[in-house]
């Protein structure tokens, strides 16, 4: 009897942090999604800006 409460509690909180995985995960992903697109228009200025080598050259 007390086996089984102990493994429904591990099997519980296993549920548990997969879920908060996924939920972490899908936060990220609209964050990405639905952010400002001038932000990632500055962001990307600004990797050109500190990284040159990664610009396209004419050749």
């Known amino acids: 009897m007390i086996f089984n409460f102990f493994k ?3 099997k519980d909180a ?3 942090a997969s879920l ?7 936060v ?3 964050t990405k999604k639905f952010s400002n697109p ?3 228009q500055d ?3 600004k990797t050109k800006e500190t990284h ?3 610009t396209l050259k004419p050749k």
């Open 8 to 10: 429904r509690a591990a």
């Open 14 to 16: 296993i549920t548990t």
């Open 20 to 26: 908060a995985v996924a939920f972490e995960a899908t």
């Open 28 to 30: 990220e992903y609209a």
């Open 38 to 40: 001038s932000e990632k």
């Open 43 to 45: 962001a990307h200025n």
């Open 52 to 54: 040159p080598e990664t």
